[in-house]
C-alpha cells in the first residue's frame, strides 16, 4: 500500500460513494480548515492507482505539545474517522488493509510532527518503519491522539494493539430504506405516535426553511445550552458557512405558531446515506403538546418521499450516549448504532485531554 497525502481536490476524486459521513464531504471540511486552528492533513492510502482507504486529520500545536485530531473539537462535528474501501471481499485481505493502513498513516503524522528527531535526541531508536503508534506512548508528554470514527469503521482493533485506548459509543440509525410512511409511523412507540398526532392537530406549521430557519435554530440551541450552564463552542459565522457550503445537503425544519413565531426547530445534514439530527431540538411545549417529535416526523417523511440526495435512507437521531435522551430516542424504534472514540491512554493524556479542550 502506498499511502500519500492529498489535495483537497484528489480527496473529492477518492472519496467513495457511500459509508462515508457528512463531514468527509470536501465541501465540509473545507469549512472546517477555515474554522479551526489545525492544520488539516487528508491522507489517503492507494493500491495502485485505486483508492482503498482516507483518513482526515487535524494537527494542532500548542504550548503543552502536540495534538492529532479527527475530528477537531469544537466545531459540533459528531464523528469523522477513516473510511476504508478494500477492494477484497475477503475478511482476511480487508483486515490486513486496515491495519497497514492505520500504520502508514500514523507513521507519516509522526513523521510530519518529528517524532524521530525527538526520540533520537532523547537516545530512543525509532526507525521510520515503525508505526508511530508505539512511539505515541513514548512521546506521550508531547503528543495527545484522539479519534471519534465514522459509524462505518467497524474493526478499531490495530489502534487497540499499538497500546491506545479504544472505546464504544453508540447512535441510533432508523432505517428507512424500502419502507412507507405510514409503515414507520406505526412502528413508534404508542406515546409517540400520540404526541404526533397531537401536535398536528395544533395551529402549528412546519416547514424547511433557509439560512434563517438555520440562524433561529442555532440561536436557540445556543440559548438552551446556556441555561443548562453548558459550553457551547460553535459560532453562527460557522454554522452559517457550513449550511451554505453543503447547500442541499442542510436542510433547517422549523416549527412556527399562528403568528409565525418560532417555537422550535431541527438543522439537518445529508450525506450519501443519511440524515443527521445536528442542531435544534431542544424541548419546546406549545398549547401543553410538545411538538419536536413533529418536527423528527417533518423531517423522517422528507427522507421517505423527497430526500436532498436520493441515495438516503437512514436517519441518524444522534443522543444514544445520553441516559435522560435515550429514553425518547428510544420511541422511534432505531438500532442502536456502535462507533468508537480512539485516543492516547494514560492519566497524563486525561490532563492533555482538558489541556486541549477535548472534554467539554
Known amino acids: 500500500m502506498r499511502v500519500e497525502q492529498l489535495e483537497l481536490s484528489e ?50 500545536e500548542r504550548s503543552v505539545g502536540t495534538a492529532v485530531t479527527s475530528p477537531p473539537p469544537g466545531l459540533g462535528i459528531p464523528r469523522l474517522g477513516p473510511i476504508m474501501m478494500p477492494t477484497s471481499p475477503k475478511r482476511r485481505k480487508q483486515e490486513k488493509v486496515n491495519q497497514e493502513f492505520t500504520e502508514k498513516v500514523l507513521a507519516q503524522v509522526g513523521t510530519d510532527l518529528g517524532l524521530d528527531e525527538r526520540l533520537a535526541d532523547a537516545g530512543v531508536e525509532s526507525p521510520v518503519a515503525e508505526s508511530v503508534l508505539d512511539r505515541l506512548d513514548v512521546d506521550s508528554r508531547l503528543t495527545l491522539f484522539r479519534m471519534i470514527c465514522n459509524a462505518d469503521y467497524a474493526d478499531p482493533r490495530p489502534y487497540a494493539w499499538g497500546s491506545l485506548r479504544v472505546e464504544p459509543n453508540f447512535t441510533y440509525f432508523l432505517d428507512l430504506s424500502g419502507r412507507d410512511a405510514e409503515a414507520v409511523r406505526n412502528s413508534f412507540s404508542k406515546s409517540l405516535r400520540r404526541e404526533i398526532r397531537d401536535a ?22 445556543r440559548r438552551r445550552y446556556a441555561e443548562q450552564d453548558e459550553p457551547f463552542t460553535q459560532s453562527w459565522a460557522y454554522v452559517r458557512s457550513l449550511f451554505e457550503a453543503l447547500d442541499d445537503r442542510a436542510r433547517a425544519y422549523v416549527a412556527r405558531g399562528p403568528d409565525g413565531e418560532y417555537l422550535s426547530g431541527i438543522t439537518a445534514l445529508y450525506s450519501n446515506d ?19 417529535s413533529l418536527i423528527h416526523w417533518r423531517l423522517i417523511e422528507d427522507i421517505i418521499e423527497d430526500p436532498p440526495v436520493e441515495s438516503v435512507d437512514t436517519y441518524d437521531l444522534m443522543g444514544a450516549n445520553t441516559e435522560r435522551l435515550c429514553r425518547y430516542k428510544a420511541k422511534f424504534g432505531a438500532d442502536l448504532v456502535p462507533y468508537y472514540v480512539v485516543e492516547s491512554s494514560g492519566a497524563a493524556m486525561d490532563v492533555a485531554k482538558r489541556a486541549y479542550q477535548l472534554v467539554q
Open 274 to 292: 443519511a440524515a443527521y439530527f445536528w442542531q435544534g431540538g431542544a424541548k419546546a411545549i406549545y398549547e401543553g403538546t410538545a411538538v419536536n
Open 11 to 60: 480527496w473529492e476524486s477518492a472519496l467513495p460513494s457511500d459509508g462515508f459521513e457528512v463531514f468527509h464531504l470536501p465541501e465540509a471540511l473545507t469549512v472546517i480548515e477555515r474554522h479551526t486552528d489545525a492544520e488539516m492533513k487528508l491522507f489517503g492510502g492507494f493500491k495502485g492507482q485505486q483508492p482503498i482507504a482516507l483518513l482526515p486529520a487535524f494537527v494542532r
Open 200 to 221: 398536528e392537530a395544533l395551529d402549528v406549521s412546519v416547514d424547511t426553511e433557509g439560512l434563517a430557519g438555520a440562524r433561529d435554530v442555532f440561536r436557540a440551541t
